[in-house]
């Protein structure tokens, strides 16, 4: 089974994102913040998750932020920012650090499971 | 310049120097003119009494020397009638030394007749009365002198007279050009005056006008230099008041937008999420049919299209906030047209096929790659088909084209529904303004799409515009710039970017 690791800071987004996806099959891991993200990463070990899904903007620790700490790591797992999408430059910036796909807020539910399927599939080039 | 009267003060000044002037020189010209005349008069009864006074000495001299030498021969010299005459003759010399007091000439002129007559009195009428008959060669030269003198005064005293009248006419003529003249020189310093007026009145209000038309045409720093009469002087620094209250609440208007736009911004933003969760379960829900009832899954389908509905309503007030504030940005990239018009036209095709409408889509051949953001080109695309898909009637047609206008590449989306009047068309871009009121009910709608396709293709360097007669359907074109490199260039996330499009 899949297994997705999915943060976001309002919990009423959060709850709607793992219960679709757990209905279109999925296992899904949640988080509320950066810092929690990074504990449940570090908590699953070698059950590390098929695709993780970031909200840019958290507290304590954005999805930014764990985004550069996971590549800095040298993980390959493929990441998708999933962004407010305020400035025009911020996806072509979030690939450079190492984001798979940039899905914008508000996203289209087809839109978001493509690209998870694709990357969860093996198609980690982001093309 | 310490002196600087006001505009009424400068009036007056000139008013009363004009006035001073004239009374002046009427004054002394009607002074004089009428001195000259009452001279005038006093010389001519003067000289008309001398005259008189020269005939009574003529007079008075017959009848000297009828008393001495009597016509007739029974008649004797009489010394009682030539003492008689000759106190005559002497009372009308005195008289006569009256009128002559200050004429020298005409005095000379008396006291020879005087000495004349005094002489032949002595020499002549003397020896008569007492029977000595002087000889008469004496008798007729002393005789003849008086009579002479006599002439010579009655004859100067007539030139006298006619020279003062000769003088008097020509002080009057004098005196009249004088009055004249001075009347002109009065004239000529009110006309400097009144120019000097005017002249320092013209470069400050010169400076009014201009800076008036510049305040007119938007540039609100405009302040005038503040110069010229008291009265002008007011004016500039009320042109200057005027223009800072303006300024003042031209930041001021401009302060409360910036508010209103952040405003918008924040509250669209902070609806997003929770309109997105509805949304998102509701969906989920409407995906779960089995294990729901007619009703709830009714309720679901509701649900979900009304956020559906919000949501794209929040996203276009988004939008336009961003576009206000300077905060809408775009992507453009190399875009070939093709992939595009196609990705929309599948995305649209069961709101036409629901309506019965034949669509058709139609992309030039070999078009080149247009420089855009796909995603937000793809909205106002959507944007424009949604229009024509809900205001063109069941079974009408509509088609989306894309053909090479020059260095631009055109999309044109028409219709054959009722088509829009020209009152319509003015107003077709205006925010939340949707054709005929009683119709827009049933069409739904925020009346933003339009609105938000024309900032979007601005934004690009493109123009958008509507076309239409009513009853003959409408055509909105708009047109973007063909890409730098020009060739095809495939970049799959930007097609992804729908942003929405299709809530």
């Given at each position: 089974m899949t297994r997705l690791l999915v943060a976001d800071d309002s919990e009423t987004v959060l709850l709607m994102l793992q219960r679709r996806l757990e209905m279109e099959g999925y296992e899904v891991v949640t988080a509320t913040d950066g810092v929690e993200a990074l504990d449940r990463l570090r908590e699953l070990g070698s059950k590390e998750p098929d695709v993780i899904l970031l909200d840019a903007m958290m507290p304590h620790k954005s999805g930014t932020e764990v985004l550069e700490e996971i590549r800095?790591k040298?993980s390959k797992i493929p990441v998708v920012m999933i962004s407010a999408h ?5 996806p072509?910036?979030m690939r450079?650090l190492g984001a798979n796909d940039v899905v914008p807020k508000p996203f289209e539910w087809e839109d978001l499971i493509e690209v998870i399927e694709e990357l969860a599939n093996g198609d980690t080039s982001g093309? | ?271 997003r999420t929770p309109v997105t969760v509805v949304k998102g379960f509701a969906e989920m829900l409407t995906a779960q049919r089995k294990s729901l ?7 679901a389908?509701?649900i979900a299209?009304?956020a559906g509905?919000?949501q ?181 996330p930007?097609?992804r970017?729908k942003?929405g499009?299709?809530g």
């Amino acid at each position: 089974m899949t297994r997705l690791l999915v943060a976001d800071d309002s919990e009423t987004v959060l709850l709607m994102l793992q219960r679709r996806l757990e209905m279109e099959g999925y296992e899904v891991v949640t988080a509320t913040d950066g810092v929690e993200a990074l504990d449940r990463l570090r908590e699953l070990g070698s059950k590390e998750p098929d695709v993780i899904l970031l909200d840019a903007m958290m507290p304590h620790k954005s999805g930014t932020e764990v985004l550069e700490e996971i590549r800095g790591k040298g993980s390959k797992i493929p990441v998708v920012m999933i962004s407010a999408h305020l400035d025009a430059q911020e996806p072509e910036r979030m690939r450079k650090l190492g984001a798979n796909d940039v899905v914008p807020k508000p996203f289209e539910w087809e839109d978001l499971i493509e690209v998870i399927e694709e990357l969860a599939n093996g198609d980690t080039s982001g093309d | 310049m310490s002196f600087n009267p006001s505009l009424t003060a400068r009036l007056r000044i000139g008013f009363l120097v004009l006035f001073a002037l004239l009374l002046i020189v009427s004054l002394l010209g009607v002074g004089r003119l009428f001195q000259i005349r009452v001279d005038y008069e006093n010389d001519i009864t003067r000289y008309f009494q001398l005259e008189l006074q020269s005939e009574r000495l003529r007079s008075a001299f017959i009848l000297e020397q009828a008393a001495a030498r009597p016509a007739t021969a029974h008649q004797t010299p009489s010394q009682a009638e030539l003492d008689q005459a000759a106190a005559s003759f002497s009372a009308a010399a005195t008289d006569a030394r009256k009128e002559t007091a200050d004429d020298p000439v005409l005095t000379t002129k008396l006291n020879q007749l005087v000495a004349a007559e005094s002489a032949w009195r002595k020499v002549v009428a003397e020896p008569l009365i007492h029977e000595h008959v002087p000889p008469p060669p004496v008798d007729r030269r002393l005789t003849s002198a008086v009579t002479n003198s006599g002439e010579e005064l009655a004859n100067d005293t007539r030139a006298a007279r006619d020279s003062a009248r000769d003088n008097a006419r020509a002080d009057t003529r004098n005196t009249t050009i004088l009055v004249a003249a001075g009347l002109g020189g009065a004239l000529l310093a009110a006309l400097l005056l009144f120019s000097g007026l005017i002249n320092s009145m013209r470069a400050p209000l010169g400076r009014l006008v201009e800076g008036a038309r510049r305040l007119a045409g938007g540039d609100l720093r405009t302040r005038v230099e503040v110069g010229g009469p008291v009265e002008i002087a007011t004016l500039g620094r009320a042109f200057n008041e005027m223009a800072n209250s303006l300024e003042r609440d031209a930041r001021e208007r401009d302060r409360v937008e910036r508010m209103k736009d952040d405003f918008v911004l924040t509250v669209s933003h902070e609806l997003r999420t929770p309109v997105t969760v509805v949304k998102g379960f509701a969906e989920m829900l409407t995906a779960q049919r089995k294990s729901l009832n007619t009703r709830q899954f009714e309720a679901a389908e509701v649900i979900a299209e009304s956020a559906g509905q919000l949501q794209k309503m929040i996203n276009d007030l988004l939008d336009l906030a961003r576009s206000d504030a300077g905060k809408l940005r775009i992507e453009p990239e190399s875009t070939p047209v093709r992939p595009l018009a196609q990705r929309i036209g599948r995305q649209m095709r069961p709101n036409f096929e629901s309506k019965d409408q034949r669509f058709t889509v139609s992309v030039e051949k070999d078009l080149p790659d247009i420089q855009a953001d796909a995603g937000r080109i793809g909205q106002v695309l959507a944007n424009l088909l949604t229009n024509a898909n809900k205001y063109a009637p069941e079974g009408s047609e509509v088609q989306l084209a894309a053909t090479q206008v020059g260095d631009e590449v055109e999309f044109a989306v028409s219709d054959t529904g009722p088509g829009l009047d020209q009152d319509q068309l003015d107003h077709v871009f205006d925010r939340f303004w949707r054709a005929d009121s009683s119709e827009s009910q049933s069409v739904g709608g925020t009346g933003l799409g339009l609105a938000i396709a024309k900032s979007l293709v601005e934004l690009h360097g493109g123009a958008i515009s509507a076309n239409s007669s009513p009853g003959e359907g409408a055509t909105f074109r708009f047109v973007l710039p063909i890409a730098k490199d020009g060739r095809p260039k495939q970049k799959t996330p930007a097609d992804r970017t729908k942003a929405g499009a299709a809530g």
